[in-house]
């Protein structure tokens, strides 16, 4: 993105200073990472913050003011307004969601086109990150039950052999397994029940719901509850998780949905800067 801007439209070394102002209501996300690309590749620039990182703004309302010579400032403005823009417009649909679905908590997935950048924002705009790499917690899918479990042909009995041979010392803290219908979420369940009191734990196991839909994810909620285990889990629905379905998904009984649409397909916040000269 840096690399964009280097070359033509030269300007003059003249100071000059840059005023950004938001042209709608928002919450801004990535005043660190504006401070960290000014320093390393606009080092006679400086930045002065009319707020803080997490902070709301109305349309109208000054953001920052970059100082410093007209070449390096106008060369900065692009990638400042693209880097600002885009995690602050993450940060004000997160917390749009995160506002409608109240005590149900919403997460992003790995899914992400900025990674980090983007779960950062998530975590301004009130979401949840979840797993920030693959190497933060133990994740068995559908494809990694025929992988192994292969001598099982019963997808039910497999999850249950699959979750069996988790090592609970090292896993048991963090642990998720996709299971797609209400039977396979009780198998998982009630082996994790059998390892945690064998072993005298506590932690739960996530359950990700896949495209179960909230009929599908309350029926496992229902079954769970039913079965006493419903403790030893939190349920996530995953899968086609819309907006204007939280309601219905609140009502399932999950604990939190997982969802792409939190930062991909987001409208950037919209900023311009405006430049004036400098003292």
């Known amino acids: 993105m840096v690399a964009d801007e280097y070359g033509g439209g030269e300007s003059s070394e003249l100071p000059i200073v840059g005023k950004i102002r938001a042209k709608a209501s ?14 390393r590749h606009f080092p006679d620039c400086s930045v002065s913050w009319a707020l803080a990182e997490a902070e709301s703004v109305d349309a109208g309302d000054e953001v920052l003011d970059i100082s410093g ?3 390096q400032v106008l060369r900065c403005e692009r990638i400042m307004l693209n880097l600002l823009g885009r995690m602050s417009g993450i940060a004000t649909n997160t917390a749009s969601w995160v506002s409608k679905a109240g005590t149900m908590r919403v997460a992003c997935t790995r899914k992400t086109d900025w990674g980090l950048l983007d779960k950062w924002a998530v ?6 990150t979840h797993r920030l790499s693959r190497a933060d917690a133990l994740m068995i899918k559908e494809n990694d039950l025929v992988a192994l479990a292969p001598e099982v042909a019963d997808e039910v009995d497999a999850v249950a052999t699959v979750v069996s041979a988790i090592d609970m010392e090292s896993d048991a803290e963090f642990t ?4 797609r219908d209400a039977r396979q979420a009780v198998a998982a369940a009630r082996t994790w029940d059998k390892l945690q009191v064998e072993r005298g734990g506590c932690e739960k196991i996530v359950l990700l719901l896949d495209n179960m839909r909230p009929d599908g994810c309350a029926k496992a909620h229902a079954s769970l509850i039913q079965e006493d285990l419903r403790a030893w889990c939190i349920l996530e629905g995953s899968g086609g998780v819309a907006r204007v379905d939280l309601e219905q998904w609140v009502e399932s009984g999950v604990d939190l949905v997982s969802t792409s649409a939190l930062n991909r397909g987001v409208p950037p916040l919209d900023l311009s800067m405006k430049a004036a000269g400098g003292d």
């Open 26 to 39: 928002g919450i801004i996300a990535g005043t660190w990472v504006v401070d960290r690309l000014v320093v």
């Open 69 to 71: 010579p007209a070449v």
């Open 123 to 128: 975590h301004v705009g009130g979401g949840l």
């Open 176 to 179: 998720v397994i996709e299971v």
